[in-house]
């Protein structure tokens, strides 16, 4: 399978246990029966039942799912044009400055962008009263900032390694630019808008530091609840609605991967 | 998608009304390719650039009660209008000890976890990028897929790992070890931020590994160059964009770090986000904040540029 002897096994090996270790610990425990996380006294769904009953638990999981979804699809409409902008016109003033702002709520510290759009909600509700308090409208926006920079990157270099002569053989045969976007374009770069959706959607959902800085009074979102429970002490709900997180990640994964694998052999050949 | 289309419309009518409105458009000056660099473009000059220029004005302020709480900059007296700025936040920065020593404990944090990430990284991003196809998917997406899981319950999963009496601890009590003291330490800090970030060390490293040419290996190894020689000489030197851009994606990210330090360091780790986040929730100083915050986009803009070229440089390749 390699070539290089074993040290790369190994190193990968260990690199991948690392990796699973603490998060299969924290699934098996989530079945636990004691209060005491660490402490195994028997099998049970205990926890889970106790999940479903927490009010405060189920309306964070809803407000934000319901960010999430919004989120990722504003982003993914203005990161997808983005993409195209940065792609397809070589050259435009200010071209520098636009990809810089693209890219850089990438790796900006969440500190200072959770910050810098609290400070400007509030300056804004000053000077032209909108938007009118904190809550779930601000995080949407603060959201798809950042996860609109994911939702470029991903489509970008999908749009970069593709046959343009698709595109010029449309326009030749009359279509105009609009046209060849929605019939040429679009389906070619749906699984990029797929996964780039996706990308957005499980950032906004995972996101604490910047919906802390923007949402307001009765807005917690699941990873405000989350962080308060966990900075308390350890609660084995926590593990389960983890161990729930983690199998709908998985599945959702596997599927796309075995979906990629599936699809791939068939383009090699065409 | 191609279904939707109603066949009776011939497509030369449905164009007619947008070729107008381009038509229109362009005698003003404005042509369809602006108009899709206008809708990002203004969206982030809104909800990105302006904040951080908000962000600078408020760090030279002063904190005052009411709403909203920081002073004014510009204010009108007698028909004048005075542009009142405060330098005291920065003063305060960089003569007050807590925040210096936040400012270089940060970069010490994230430079060694840096580090570890890559020594880790390197050679489970090269073991994938030259393991056969079909396994390669699987490793791939055994990368990715913790990085689609919480951030935050990552972390919470490695409190439960390295608690007192967590996982580890109760393996090493089998053996008759003493239980070690990790969490609330500067350890269990490096810990999270390799932990949580290692897939964005491996997936640039991967990138590029996996576009080198085999064949300079062998032509290596036919002249006689030992593995070892071959790795420093050849692989190690063009991965280096991958090196470079793997380190910033974890460096940068980590001086800001709040979730990590907050939750495993103990109260003894000084990292600056920690500090920004303290300010502005507990003591409720907005300006000093913003202040810590403008400095800490210093240190952090010099490795955001590097990173850009990195990032041109792979693409272009």
């Not at chain 1, 990161?79 to 071209?95: M, N, Q, Y």
């Not at chain 1, 702002?101 to 009263?129: K, N, R, Y």
């Not at chain 1, 389906?187 to 530091?209: E, K, Y």
Request: with cysteine.
């Amino acid at each position: 399978m390699f070539r290089r002897g074993w040290f790369l096994p190994i190193a990968a090996a260990l690199g991948f246990t690392f990796l699973y270790a603490p998060i299969v610990s924290l699934v098996i425990f989530s079945f636990n029966e004691n209060r005491l996380v660490t402490v195994w006294s028997g099998f049970s769904f205990k926890w889970y039942g106790e999940l479903f009953r927490d009010p405060q638990m189920l309306n964070a999981a809803w407000l934000s799912l319901q960010i999430a979804a919004l989120s990722a699809s504003i982003a993914l409409v203005l990161g997808t044009l983005a993409a195209v902008a940065l792609v397809r016109f070589r050259r435009f003033r200010g071209r520098t400055l636009f990809s810089g702002m693209v890219s850089a709520p990438l790796v900006m510290p969440d500190v200072i962008t959770g910050l810098a759009l609290l400070l400007l909600f509030v300056a804004m509700e000053s000077f032209i009263g909108w938007p009118r308090g904190r809550g779930m409208l601000t995080i949407v926006i603060a959201h798809s900032t950042f996860c609109m920079a994911y939702v470029c990157v991903v489509v970008q270099s999908r749009l970069s390694d593709f046959d343009r002569s698709l595109e010029e053989a449309a326009m030749d045969l009359g279509a105009s630019p609009v046209r060849t976007f929605f019939d040429i374009t679009l389906p070619i770069i749906a699984p990029a808008l797929v996964s780039g959706w996706l990308l957005g959607f499980t950032l906004s959902l995972d996101d604490l530091v910047i919906a802390s800085f923007v949402s307001g009074p009765g807005s917690s979102t699941l990873p405000m609840v989350i962080f308060s429970k966990v900075k308390l002490g350890v609660s084995p709900d926590v593990n389960a609605l983890a161990t729930i997180i983690i199998g709908i990640v998985a599945t959702g994964v596997l599927i796309a991967t075995i979906i990629q694998l599936r699809t791939k052999p068939k383009k090699a050949r065409a | 998608m191609t279904a939707t289309h109603d066949p009776t419309i011939p497509p030369p009518r449905r164009l007619k009304p947008w070729n107008a409105v381009e038509r229109g458009l362009a005698k003003v000056g404005i042509s369809g390719r602006m108009l899709v660099l206008f809708a990002p473009a203004l969206w982030l000059l809104i909800f990105f650039l302006v904040p951080l220029a908000v962000v600078f004005g408020i760090s030279l302020a002063t904190k005052q009660f009411g709403r909203p709480p920081y002073s004014a900059l510009l204010s009108t007296e007698d028909g004048t209008v005075q542009l009142t700025l405060h330098l005291s936040n920065y003063i305060r920065i960089f003569t007050d000890n807590l925040y210096v020593a936040a400012y270089l404990s940060s970069i010490r944090i994230a430079a060694i976890s840096t580090v570890i990430t890559l020594l880790v990284g390197y050679p489970m991003a090269y073991a994938i990028a030259r393991a056969d196809d079909r396994w390669r998917n699987i490793l791939l997406m055994l990368v990715i897929l913790p990085f689609f899981t919480s951030f935050l319950l990552r972390v919470y999963a490695l409190t439960g790992f390295m608690r007192g009496n967590g996982v580890i601890n109760q393996l090493l009590g089998l053996f008759g070890i003493e239980p070690l003291v990790m969490m609330q330490t500067d350890f269990a800090v490096y810990v999270g931020i390799v932990y949580t970030y290692l897939p964005f060390m491996i997936l640039p490293l991967y990138t590029t590994l996996v576009k080198l040419d085999v064949s300079l290996f062998e032509a290596s190894a036919d002249l006689g160059g030992r593995p070892m020689r071959t790795f420093l000489s050849i692989t190690l030197p063009l991965s280096l964009p991958g090196i470079i851009a793997g380190s910033m994606l974890v460096f940068i990210p980590a001086i800001g770090e709040f979730v990590i330090p907050s939750l495993l360091g103990g109260p003894e780790t000084l990292m600056i986000g920690r500090v920004l986040w303290d300010e502005f929730f507990t003591a409720a100083n907005w300006p000093r904040a913003a202040a810590v915050a403008v400095a800490m986009l210093v240190v952090v803009v010099v490795p955001i540029m590097l990173m850009q070229r990195a990032q041109s440089a792979v693409v272009e390749k």
